[in-house]
C-alpha cells in the first residue's frame, strides 16, 4: 500500500485531488520506534533526577579536584531570594527560574527535578535505575543500527551532503523554516542525520563513560577514564555539558516537529507512517 | 499561510487574557504533575523497581572491578590546597571532648565481634603497627572531590591480628559521633574490608588527624563515596548480618536518608 501511494503521489503537482492523495509511506521501523521513547523516557528521568543531583552541589570545576573552596567555573546560586547564575567572571540573574524559584532556593526548581523535594539519596535510585535502560537500549539500537543498515542507508550523510555549501543551503532552509517536501522528504535531511548523529555517536556515549568516570569504584576498575576526561571534577562537568546538550536537542527537535506538523510526525513515530508532506510550488 | 500569520500578531485585545488562562492552566497543571511525581516517588512498587537498579550497579561494579584494584593515586602537587570539612566536626560529647583534652592517650579501639581474640588498641599501638600512606582522591555523594594524604593502619592487619571467623560477613564501624541523637555507623563488606587501601587513618596531609578530621581514627574506603569514610571510630564490629544493628541498613546515611549502601558509584 504504501509502495503504491508513494509512486502515485510523487509524480504530482500541487492540485488539490494529489494533494489528498499524498503518498503515505512507511518511514520507521519498529526497533527505531520503540528505542525513541524508551530512550525519550530514560532521558528524561536523567536529566530531572540530574538536576536534583545537581542541586546538592550546584558548582562545577575543572580539574582532579573541586570543593566549596576551589574555583568554580559555574556556580548556580541565591543571595537571599535573588538566584543566579555564574559562568567564569560573569553572572546572570535568574530568579524565578535558577537559583531561586517556586519560593525555593536551588539550583534547579522543584518544576523539573525527580523527586520535587529535595532528596539527594531518591534522585540517586532514579538516576542509577534509569541509567541501566539508557546503556541497555543504547547498546541494543547501535546493535541494529550497524546491523540492519540503518546507520549506513539512512543516519551516514550521502557523499554530496558533505560538502560546506550543501549543509549551507540546509542551514538556510531551516532557517526559513522550509523543509523538505515530496521526494526529499523521504529521507532525513542533512541537518537532521547530524544531530541524530550527534546524540547517538556524541552525546550519549560520552555521558555514559562520564558518568561511569564520577563512580570511585570504576575509576579503580578504568583509571583511563578520569584520565581521559582530565580528573573526576572535569568529568562531571562535562556530564553536565552533555545534559545541556541533551535539553538543546530536545527543544529543538520538539520545536522542528510542530513546524514540520505534529500530527504526522507523531504518527510516524508511533506507527511508523508518514505522509510526505506535497511538494512546495516553485 | 501569510494570512493567518498576520492575524496572529493583531487581535491584542484578545491575547493577553487568553495567555493569562493559559498560564493559570499550565500552573495548575504541573502542580497536578508534580503530585503525581510525588506519589510515583513515594510508590513501593517503584522504590522496588528502582532498588533493582541498585543491586544490578552493585553488582556491575563488583564484576567488573578486579577486587584488588587500587583507587587512583595521586603526587603531592595535585593535593587539594584545602581540604573542606564535612558531616559532623566535632562528636562535642563528655567521654570525647575528655579524650581530645588528653590528646587520646587515653583512648582504645575496640575489636571485637565475631573474632578469636578481641583486641583493644592504643593510639600508641596504632601509631607502632605497620602502616600504609596512599594520596587519593575523597568524593562526596554530593559531587565535590578533594584530594589528600592519608596514612593508617591496614584494617585486614588488625583483623587478622584478632582472628576474625571466616563466618563473618560485614564490618561495621561504630563512631564517636551522632546526628540529632542517632550515633553515627558505617559498614563495608569483606572485599572492601581487605582491601589494601582500606585502612584505618590516624594521619591526614602528614599530621595527625584534626578533631575536624575525625580525630583520633578515620575509616579509609578508597572505592567508596564519603559518607562510607566513616570518622571518629571507637569499635570495630565482625558480623555476619546487618540485620539487628541499629536500622539494619549498614550506616547512618543508609538507615535514616536511603543512601545506597554500596557506595560505589
Known amino acids: 500500500m504504501a509502495t503504491q501511494f508513494a509512486e502515485g503521489g510523487a509524480e504530482g503537482s500541487a492540485g488539490r485531488a494529489e494533494a489528498d492523495a499524498s503518498p503515505l509511506i512507511y518511514r520507521t521501523k519498529l526497533p527505531v520506534r520503540i528505542w525513541h521513547w524508551v530512550n525519550a523516557l530514560s532521558i528524561f528521568v536523567m536529566l530531572m533526577s540530574g538536576m536534583m543531583i545537581f542541586n546538592a552541589h550546584p558548582r562545577l570545576y575543572w580539574g582532579v579536584y573541586g570543593a566549596n573552596l576551589d574555583h568554580p567555573w559555574l556556580v548556580i546560586s541565591h543571595r537571599g531570594t535573588s538566584g543566579f547564575v555564574q559562568i567564569g567572571g560573569f553572572e546572570i540573574a535568574t530568579t524565578g527560574f535558577l537559583g531561586y524559584a517556586q519560593g525555593v532556593a536551588y539550583a534547579f526548581p522543584p518544576l523539573v527535578t525527580i523527586p520535587s523535594t529535595y532528596s539527594l539519596a531518591d534522585a540517586r535510585q532514579w538516576h542509577f535505575a534509569f541509567a541501566w535502560v539508557l546503556l541497555i537500549s543504547a547498546t541494543l539500537i547501535m546493535a541494529y543500527n550497524i546491523v540492519s543498515g540503518h546507520l549506513r542507508r539512512d543516519l551516514a550523510l550521502k557523499p554530496e551532503e558533505r560538502s560546506l555549501s550543501h549543509l549551507w543551503h540546509d542551514i538556510k532552509e531551516h532557517a526559513r523554516l522550509r523543509f523538505p517536501t515530496g521526494e526529499a522528504a523521504r529521507h532525513y535531511n542533512p541537518l537532521q542525520k547530524i544531530a541524530y548523529l550527534g546524540v547517538l555517536f556524541v552525546l550519549i556515549p560520552v555521558v555514559i563513560l562520564t558518568g561511569c568516570t564520577m563512580s570511585p569504584t570504576l575509576n579503580a576498575a578504568f583509571p583511563w577514564l578520569a584520565e581521559l576526561f582530565g580528573g573526576r571534577p572535569s568529568a562531571r562537568s562535562i556530564h553536565f555539558l552533555c545534559a545541556f546538550g541533551f535539553a538543546l536537542f530536545i527543544a529543538v527537535h520538539l520545536l522542528a516537529v510542530v513546524l514540520a506538523g505534529p500530527f504526522n510526525e507523531l504518527r510516524s513515530i508511533i506507527t511508523g507512517w508518514y505522509r510526505l508532506p506535497k511538494e512546495r510550488s516553485k | ?265
Not at chain 2, 546487618?242 to 539494619?248: D, F, K, M, R, T
Open chain 2, 1 to 265: 499561510m501569510s494570512n493567518e500569520k498576520t492575524s496572529g500578531l493583531i487581535l491584542p485585545a484578545e491575547r493577553p487574557s487568553s495567555l493569562v488562562t493559559r498560564r493559570n492552566a499550565l500552573i495548575g497543571g504541573a502542580g497536578l504533575l508534580l503530585a503525581g511525581c510525588d506519589q510515583i516517588n513515594a510508590s513501593p512498587s517503584v522504590k522496588s523497581f528502582l532498588s533493582l537498579g541498585e543491586k544490578a550497579t552493585h553488582g556491575a561494579q563488583r564484576l567488573v572491578t578486579n577486587r584488588n584494584a587500587l583507587a587512583q593515586e595521586f603526587s603531592r602537587s595535585e593535593m587539594s590546597p584545602v581540604f573542606r570539612q564535612n558531616g559532623n566536626q566535632n562528636p562535642n560529647t563528655a567521654e570525647y571532648n575528655a579524650l581530645a583534652a588528653n590528646k587520646f592517650a587515653d583512648w582504645t579501639l575496640s575489636v571485637d565481634g565475631m573474632v578469636a581474640h578481641p583486641l583493644r588498641i592504643s593510639l600508641a599501638q596504632m601509631m607502632a603497627a605497620p602502616r600504609r600512606t596512599q594520596i587519593t582522591r575523597h568524593d562526596c555523594v554530593e559531587g565535590w572531590s578533594a584530594i589528600g594524604e592519608w596514612s593508617g593502619v591496614p584494617l585486614g592487619l588488625i583483623l587478622k591480628r584478632a582472628g576474625m571467623s571466616s563466618n563473618a560477613k560485614y564490618v561495621v564501624f561504630h563512631c564517636a559521633d551522632s546526628t540529632g541523637g542517632v550515633p553515627y555507623y558505617e559498614s563495608i563488606d569483606m572485599i572492601d574490608a581487605f582491601h589494601p587501601q582500606t585502612i584505618l587513618a590516624t594521619h591526614m596531609n602528614g599530621e595527625l588527624l584534626t578533631v575536624g578530621h575525625g580525630a583520633p581514627l578515620r575509616l579509609r574506603v578508597e572505592r567508596q563515596l564519603g559518607y562510607k569514610q566513616a570518622k571518629y571510630v571507637m569499635r570495630v564490629e565482625a558480623v555476619s548480618s546487618l540485620a539487628g544493628i541499629h536500622g539494619g541498613g549498614g550506616g547512618y546515611w543508609e538507615d535514616h536518608r536511603g543512601y545506597q549502601w554500596f557506595a560505589g558509584i
